[in-house]
């Protein structure tokens, strides 16, 4: 068993960076985050979830939408248990919950996707809003 719970977000003004936090508590504590493809989701008022950016510890690689290339980034601290996403120069557009999600190596193939319903955990997600 998985649970995550994002933090970090807040109001930044345009042009302006945040770092997102994704807590992962396993249940036994056994295994590592090298056993999880992780991924960033969004949803903005009034639009339907989509996919941010994953990654996959099979082969390292990543996956993104055009909207967020080069400035956001995805990270981990295994020792910490945390899963990170920077955003930076930050648009208008970006405002949204940020939800983190995981999916274990052993139930999927291939590298990570940017669908839901590749993951099986998901965080309750956490607020961001950029406006000046």
């Known amino acids: 068993q998985l649970q995550l719970v994002e933090s970090g977000g807040g109001l930044v003004q345009p042009g302006g960076s945040l770092r997102l936090s994704c807590a992962v508590s396993?249940?036994?504590?056994?295994?590592?985050?090298?056993?999880?493809?992780i991924g960033w989701f969004r949803q903005a008022p009034g639009k339907e979830r989509e996919g941010v950016l994953c990654?996959?510890?099979?082969?390292?690689?990543?996956n993104n939408v055009d909207s967020v290339k080069g400035r956001f980034t995805i990270s981990r601290d295994n020792a910490k248990n945390t899963v990170y996403l920077q955003m930076n120069s930050l648009k208008r557009e970006d405002t949204a919950v940020y939800y983190c999600?995981?999916?274990?190596?052993?139930?999927?193939?291939?590298?990570?996707?940017?669908?839901?319903?590749?993951?099986?955990?998901w965080g309750q997600g956490t607020q961001v809003t950029v406006s000046s």
């Open positions: 396993r249940f036994p504590p056994d295994s590592t985050l090298d056993y999880y493809a």
């Open positions: 999600a995981a999916a274990p190596l052993t139930t999927v193939q291939g590298t990570c996707v940017l669908r839901m319903g590749y993951y099986d955990y």
């Open positions: 990654f996959s510890s099979r082969d390292g690689s990543t």
